[in-house]
């Protein structure tokens, strides 16, 4: 089985757009979205009309949740918070219902993804350290030995053989029977780890290879639809640098 996993799109759609050409020529069986889908960019209802035609397997991210107001703003900084309220102004109704009735978790056999942690998917915590990918493999329910995240915004694989854990060096690797996997695949339409490229990822169950992949999209095209929009300077400025 192909797996093909992308991540917090925040309504850019130039970006969906790319990552979706590209996981199309991967020969992919099964695409799973992990959520937040919407806020910072400027298409929140075409990016999730582009999901619909994709997929049905989407969890909620803490953007997708503050959109439709269960998420609480005061946890999110200035900009984010500014443009979740553009969101939730410019939302359709189809799109406000759907968000709102997204699970937190998807899982196929050993295989499972959440959009913030596995231990507790609903609190929004992030997993920006090996310490904290440590408890979060304590956290994996017992038969499972992948779980893919996003909400970093920073494309890692972290193992797991119970005694020891570390960071797989790159952004591929084949799993090996045995170890456990927390994977970010990285994000589709705010990349934060200096790489402006959309993130995406691929895993094969049969030959058991991941690999978190990069494409390019027209930056240009979605600051200047932030900009017409009226949201903040900073969230059209910073997709040029992935930061
Ligand atoms: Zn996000």
Same mark, same amino acid.
């Given at each position: 089985?192909?797996?093909?996993?992308?991540?917090d799109?925040?309504?850019?759609?130039?970006?969906?757009?790319?990552?979706?050409?590209?996981?199309?020529?991967?020969?992919?069986? @099964?695409?799973?979205c992990?959520?937040?889908?919407?806020?910072?960019?400027?298409?929140?209802?075409?990016?999730?009309?582009?999901?619909?035609?994709?997929?049905?397997?989407?969890?909620?991210?803490?953007?997708?949740?503050?959109?439709?107001?269960?998420?609480?703003?005061?946890?999110?900084?200035r900009?984010?918070?500014?443009?979740?309220?553009?969101?939730?102004?410019?939302?359709?109704?189809?799109?406000?219902?759907?968000?709102?009735n997204l699970?937190?978790?998807?899982?196929?056999?050993?295989?499972?993804?959440?959009?913030?942690?596995?231990?507790?998917?609903g609190?929004?915590?992030? @997993?920006?350290?090996?310490?904290i990918?440590?408890?979060?493999?304590?956290?994996?329910?017992?038969?499972?030995?992948?779980?893919?995240?996003?909400?970093?915004?920073?494309?890692?694989?972290?193992?797991?053989?119970?005694?020891?854990?570390?960071?797989?060096?790159?952004?591929?690797?084949?799993?090996?029977?045995?170890?456990?996997?927390?994977?970010?695949?990285?994000?589709?339409?705010?990349?934060?780890?200096?790489?402006?490229?959309?993130?995406?990822?691929?895993?094969d169950?049969?030959?058991?290879?991941?690999? @978190?992949?990069?494409?390019?999209?027209?930056?240009?095209?979605?600051?200047?639809? @932030?900009?017409?929009?009226?949201?903040?300077?900073?969230?059209?400025?910073?997709?040029?640098?992935?930061?």
């Amino acid at each position: 089985m192909r797996y093909g996993l992308f991540s917090d799109i925040h309504g850019n759609l130039e970006a969906l757009q790319a990552v979706t050409a590209a996981l199309n020529e991967e020969n992919v069986d @099964i695409f799973w979205c992990l959520g937040d889908i919407v806020g910072y960019g400027a298409n929140p209802n075409e990016c999730l009309e582009q999901v619909w035609d994709t997929t049905s397997d989407v969890i909620a991210g803490n953007h997708d949740f503050a959109a439709v107001g269960k998420v609480d703003l005061t946890y999110f900084n200035r900009n984010a918070a500014e443009a979740a309220l553009w969101t939730m102004q410019n939302l359709s109704r189809a799109g406000s219902s759907y968000l709102s009735n997204l699970p937190f978790v998807l899982r196929n056999g050993e295989v499972m993804a959440v959009h913030a942690t596995p231990s507790e998917p609903g609190k929004w915590g992030y @997993i920006l350290s090996l310490s904290i990918a440590e408890m979060e493999f304590g956290a994996l329910p017992a038969d499972v030995t992948v779980c893919f995240v996003g909400h970093t915004h920073d494309p890692v694989i972290f193992y797991s053989d119970d005694e020891d854990y570390g960071v797989v060096p790159g952004m591929q690797c084949n799993l090996i029977p045995g170890l456990r996997y927390i994977i970010n695949v990285g994000s589709v339409g705010q990349p934060r780890d200096g790489d402006p490229r959309a993130a995406y990822c691929v895993y094969d169950s049969d030959t058991s290879l991941v690999e @978190i992949k990069r494409v390019v999209y027209d930056v240009d095209e979605a600051q200047k639809k @932030i900009r017409k929009a009226g949201l903040p300077e900073f969230l059209a400025t910073r997709l040029a640098f992935g930061q």
